[in-house]
């Protein structure tokens, strides 16, 4: 018995050291290196559009699989295994599944639902790599698309080329000229019927395009015709709109909000007014705003004053299940309000994020979804 215990502390420790956590922004040495950073090449890999038109899916459509990487902060994934996995196929990117399993078992969450991928990797933060589901229209066929991670980060990089072959499905990269584009998944998000949403890193990250050509880009291969961009905040280093904003459906955006005049309040009012004032949605009517506290840190400073980017935003749609991200009770009880009554019919869970937030992401950050 005491030999099998120690046996199982050796596995769950040596999990813990097995990669050291890289950041959700650049390191120091990857902004010497992005400026010349070649993408890998995927053999595989259609590197023209989809020959039809396509679709992005939302995030609140139906899916059949969630996307994480087993790279660090296990005591968080372990959770969103344990929530996400009642409701799809858990798929897994780990250096040893074993180790995974050790742990999983040990901290009785069920490995029934899972597979696992067996990759090179380099980070945690596979919403900003992993691959977009999108739909041929008419057909409804799967299909993913990719374009450069906007972090030199090889390993990352090509994943979603291990995503497609476990789903079989074909995969349209957007690497090559004329339709190479750099992105991020945190920066995106798109109400599945064409509206498509950044902050204007996008323009910044491919400064060499003019904006008719990269809205012809993502027109082309995610079937984004309207193309909506807001300015950059202050104090979010990463400038990633899922630290601040959430589409729950095709009409209605969850905003993060500030106390007046604090931190990123005023930019994100600034750009909350633009997009009221400028566009209604696919629909023709008038967005709906929904707002949720952007709390302090635990020190009780915003990010204006040097606190962390505590966001209750950065949550994820995992069929009818949303898990978000939790600090304090004394802040949560009314985050799990505001999202229970703006989502009726939905289970709301909470993982802690309170270490993970200082790196600048929490749990959309380290999930992706793959569609159905």
Same mark, same amino acid.
């Given at each position: 018995?005491?030999?099998?215990?120690?046996?199982?502390?050796?596995?769950?420790?040596?999990?813990?050291?097995?990669?050291?956590?890289?950041?959700?922004?650049?390191?120091?040495?990857?902004?010497?290196?992005?400026?010349?950073?070649?993408?890998?090449?995927?053999?595989?890999?259609?590197?023209?559009?989809?020959?039809?038109?396509?679709?992005?899916?939302?995030?609140?459509?139906?899916?059949?699989?969630?996307?994480?990487?087993?790279?660090?902060?296990?005591? %968080?994934?372990?959770? !969103?295994?344990?929530?996400?996995?009642?409701? @799809? #196929?858990? +798929?897994?990117?780990? =250096?040893?599944?074993? /180790?995974?399993?050790?742990?999983?078992?040990?901290?009785?969450?069920?490995?029934?639902? %899972?597979?696992?991928? !067996?990759?090179?990797?380099?980070?945690?933060? @596979? #919403?900003? +790599?992993?691959?977009? =589901?999108?739909?041929? /229209?008419?057909?409804?066929?799967?299909?993913?698309?990719?374009?450069?991670?906007?972090?030199?980060?090889?390993?990352?990089?090509?994943?979603?080329?291990?995503?497609?072959?476990? +789903?079989?499905?074909?995969?349209?990269?957007?690497?090559?000229?004329?339709?190479?584009?750099?992105?991020?998944?945190?920066?995106?998000?798109?109400?599945?019927?064409?509206?498509?949403?950044?902050?204007?890193?996008?323009?910044?990250?491919?400064?060499?395009?003019?904006?008719?050509?990269?809205?012809?880009?993502?027109?082309?291969?995610?079937?984004?015709?309207?193309?909506?961009?807001?300015?950059?905040?202050?104090?979010?280093?990463?400038?990633?709109?899922?630290?601040?904003?959430?589409?729950?459906?095709?009409?209605?955006?969850?905003?993060?909000?500030?106390?007046?005049?604090?931190?990123?309040?005023?930019?994100?009012?600034?750009?909350?007014?633009?997009?009221?004032?400028?566009?209604?949605?696919?629909?023709?009517?008038?967005?709906?705003?929904?707002?949720?506290?952007?709390?302090?840190?635990?020190?009780?400073?915003?990010?204006?004053?040097?606190?962390?980017?505590?966001?209750?935003?950065?949550?994820?749609?995992?069929?009818?299940?949303?898990?978000?991200?939790?600090?304090?009770?004394?802040?949560?009880?009314?985050?799990?309000?505001?999202?229970?009554?703006?989502?009726?019919?939905?289970?709301?869970?909470?993982?802690?994020?309170?270490?993970?937030?200082?790196?600048?992401?929490?749990?959309?950050?380290?999930?992706?979804?793959?569609?159905?």
């Amino acid at each position: 018995m005491w030999t099998k215990t120690l046996i199982l502390l050796f596995v769950v420790f040596q999990i813990g050291l097995a990669q050291t956590a890289l950041p959700h922004g650049l390191t120091a040495k990857e902004k010497q290196l992005m400026p010349t950073y070649q993408p890998p090449v995927v053999e595989e890999a259609y590197q023209t559009p989809p020959p039809n038109p396509v679709r992005t899916m939302a995030e609140w459509e139906e899916l059949s699989g969630l996307m994480i990487t087993w790279a660090d902060y296990y005591h %968080i994934l372990k959770e !969103i295994v344990r929530y996400a996995q009642e409701e @799809c #196929r858990i +798929y897994i990117v780990c =250096s040893d599944s074993n /180790q995974v399993k050790a742990y999983l078992m040990q901290n009785n969450i069920p490995i029934n639902n %899972i597979k696992f991928l !067996i990759e090179d990797f380099n980070s945690i933060w @596979c #919403r900003d +790599y992993g691959p977009f =589901s999108i739909y041929e /229209q008419g057909t409804d066929s799967l299909f993913f698309t990719d374009w450069i991670y906007n972090r030199p980060r090889p390993d990352d990089d090509v994943l979603p080329a291990a995503l497609a072959d476990a +789903y079989n499905v074909p995969l349209y990269q957007m690497t090559e000229p004329p339709y190479d584009l750099v992105a991020t998944g945190g920066n995106f998000m798109t109400d599945g019927l064409g509206t498509g949403f950044s902050s204007k890193l996008i323009l910044e990250e491919n400064s060499d395009k003019t904006e008719a050509e990269i809205d012809d880009i993502m027109n082309q291969f995610m079937g984004i015709d309207r193309y909506i961009k807001f300015e950059t905040l202050p104090y979010d280093d990463i400038h990633h709109i899922d630290m601040h904003m959430k589409l729950l459906d095709e009409e209605t955006i969850l905003v993060g909000q500030y106390p007046e005049g604090v931190a990123d309040g005023p930019q994100i009012e600034a750009n909350l007014q633009y997009l009221l004032d400028n566009y209604q949605t696919c629909y023709g009517r008038d967005y709906q705003v929904v707002r949720i506290p952007m709390p302090p840190d635990k020190y009780g400073k915003y990010p204006d004053e040097g606190g962390a980017y505590r966001t209750y935003t950065n949550g994820v749609f995992v069929n009818k299940t949303v898990i978000i991200p939790t600090y304090e009770e004394k802040y949560d009880t009314t985050a799990f309000r505001i999202y229970r009554e703006a989502l009726p019919g939905y289970r709301i869970v909470g993982i802690p994020c309170d270490d993970i937030i200082n790196l600048d992401g929490a749990i959309h950050c380290i999930t992706h979804e793959l569609g159905a």
